[in-house]
């Protein structure tokens, strides 16, 4: 297994220094082999090779190649990857963080904690995609529940379903990024465009972003100007109304009568570090091969592109934790200055809407009707949906805006810690055994029992000993995530919806 997961149980000095100290006539480098049952390759399944130093060969190239012209997210450049990485912390949550209606040190610590737990999922997620070696989340899920032969219905059904709950979030996301939008823009639209309704506020902000939406995939200059542009859009607004705050004059509250009961306080700091895609990110930040460049791509660190899109996102946020826990001056903002911060605010969610939607696993339409036309209608028939839900009346979106962030909640903290217990607790692990026999390398003899290497053996147990302290805290941290914060943090949901507190 490969030596980034936290169940690997040895490594590339163990291997070196086994071939320098034979003993017994044993060669104790070849006795600590990688298990490669046949049995436990999925049919039909991708093996991505994470690793730029192995030699992929030419049918795994060809299948590799054939996945990522088909991918929404293709190889993508370091940067490119830190923007998208650092793109959803500068959305929804963020514009809310002023109104928690915290006390200052309840709110800075659940804050800080949800960046930590931002991180801690992301590094979940780094480590599982090595471990299986698979290239998104529908092969983490399936190596995890449905490993092996005689399981293809399991799969068939698996993948239909991480591939709807994955479509749905995002659409839903989209459509209340949308509903938002209109919501802080309707009442500052200019008079000669004479806008009567939400509905014709709706199809005039969703026709602006058509464009971009028919792009193909988060490759596209297009879709990277616009999140590009989005993150600029954030930081105008971030300082805005930093500049507001320091002059004292009352900051404007991104309010929307289209939010649930769970969009203020802490869960609006939790929804502030969901995020998605870490998984495709990473295969396209490593991905080895390129339509137009076949070489292996230069290894790019990953982590630390994550790492730095946390901190910057907490260096872009943080302060507006303190806004709420000043006192509140009496100078009320111009109407000119609420209409910029609702401009750039609504800018930052609604050039977010068409990563979301190219990134949304594409429809099931009959092959017939694919084939007759080149129209992506998939994708149309998407962000046609996305459009619709948001012109849903007040009573069902508020609901629905809380299913929303529930989902975003569990998908982000709970699902990668769920995986992460399954796959290292309750399945057979994918690691580096000791074999019945290991080969005579003095004389042509027969294999020996590898059982009586003591030197194998030893080896084994210190590298089992170094490695403990690491699997124990990892153990802690998923079981944390996914009993208190995650099961804790859906029950005091749910208990909120219904009133109960």
């Known amino acids: 297994m490969d030596t980034a997961s936290p169940r690997s149980s040895t490594s590339s000095d163990s291997f070196a220094s086994g071939r320098a100290s034979p003993i017994n006539g044993?060669?104790?480098?070849?006795?600590?082999?990688?298990?490669?049952?046949?049995?436990?390759?999925?049919?039909?399944?991708?093996?991505?090779?994470?690793?730029?130093?192995?030699?992929?060969?030419?049918?795994?190239?060809?299948?590799?190649?054939?996945?990522?012209?088909?991918?929404?997210?293709?190889?993508?450049?370091?940067?490119?990857?830190?923007?998208?990485?650092?793109?959803?912390?500068?959305?929804?949550?963020?514009?809310?963080?002023?109104?928690?209606?915290?006390?200052?040190?309840?709110?800075?610590?659940?804050f800080v904690l949800f960046a930590v737990l931002s991180a801690f999922t992301r590094q979940l997620w780094y480590m599982l995609a090595r471990y299986v070696r698979r290239a998104d989340l529908e092969e983490i899920v399936l190596e995890t529940f449905a490993r092996g032969r005689g399981k293809e219905t399991r799969r068939a059904v698996l993948r239909q379903l991480v591939r709807f709950f994955t479509g749905a979030l995002r659409v839903l996301v989209a459509a209340l990024y949308l509903r938002f939008s209109v919501d802080a823009l309707l009442p500052y639209f200019p008079d000669f465009l004479a806008v009567p309704s939400r509905a014709i506020a709706t199809l005039i902000l969703a026709a602006f972003v058509s464009p971009l939406v028919a792009a193909r995939t988060l490759g596209s200059r297009a879709v990277i100007y616009a999140s590009w542009a989005s993150v600029l859009a954030y930081a105008l607004w971030f300082s805005i109304t930093t500049y507001m705050h320091a002059k004292h004059i009352l900051v404007p509250v991104?309010?929307?009568?289209?939010?649930?009961?769970?969009?203020?306080?802490?869960?609006?700091?939790?929804?502030?570090?969901?995020?998605?895609?870490?998984?495709?990110?990473?295969?396209?930040?490593?991905?080895?091969?390129?339509?137009?460049?076949?070489?292996?791509?230069?290894?790019?660190?990953?982590?630390?592109?994550?790492?730095?899109?946390i901190a910057v996102a907490v260096a872009v946020t943080l302060p507006l934790v303190f806004f709420e826990a000043s006192p509140k001056p009496p100078e009320l903002p111009s109407t000119s200055l609420k209409t910029t911060v609702a401009v750039f605010g609504a800018a930052s969610l609604l050039l977010s809407i068409p990563s979301l939607i190219i990134t949304t696993p594409a429809l099931a339409i009959p092959s017939v009707i694919r084939r007759a036309t080149k129209f992506p209608l998939s994708k149309a028939l998407t962000y046609?949906?996305?459009?619709?839900?948001?012109?849903?009346?007040?009573?069902?979106?508020?609901?629905?805006?809380?299913?929303?962030?529930?989902?975003?909640?569990?998908?982000?903290?709970?699902?990668?810690?769920l995986l992460h217990i399954v796959i290292h607790n309750f399945r057979r692990p994918l690691s580096i055994v000791i074999p019945p026999t290991t080969p005579n390398t003095s004389g042509p003899l027969t294999p020996s029992d590898s059982r009586n290497d003591e030197l194998l053996q030893r080896k084994e147990r210190t590298l089992q000993r170094r490695r403990l302290g690491r699997r124990l805290v990892w153990d802690i941290g998923v079981w944390v995530l996914l009993v208190p914060v995650g099961g804790g943090g859906l029950v005091w949901a749910v208990g909120r919806m219904g009133g109960k507190w």
Not at 48 to 66: A, C, G
Not at 384 to 413: C, E, N
């Open 26 to 110: 044993f060669d104790s480098s070849a006795a600590l082999i990688l298990v490669t049952d046949s049995e436990d390759t999925p049919n039909g399944g991708v093996s991505f090779d994470f690793s730029s130093e192995d030699d992929d060969t030419e049918d795994e190239s060809d299948l590799q190649l054939e996945r990522i012209r088909n991918s929404p997210i293709p190889p993508l450049s370091s940067i490119s990857v830190f923007l998208y990485l650092l793109g959803p912390f500068t959305k929804l949550g963020a514009l809310l963080t002023p109104s928690a209606d915290l006390p200052l040190k309840v709110a800075l610590p659940a």
């Open 254 to 309: 991104a309010e929307s009568s289209s939010l649930g009961s769970l969009w203020h306080g802490i869960p609006a700091f939790a929804f502030t570090f969901t995020t998605s895609s870490t998984v495709p990110l990473y295969a396209s930040l490593k991905g080895t091969v390129s339509p137009l460049n076949p070489r292996p791509r230069r290894s790019q660190s990953f982590k630390l592109l994550s790492a730095l899109s």
């Open 384 to 417: 046609l949906l996305t459009i619709v839900l948001s012109l849903l009346p007040v009573s069902v979106t508020r609901a629905g805006s809380d299913i929303i962030l529930l989902l975003a909640f569990a998908s982000t903290y709970m699902v990668p810690a």
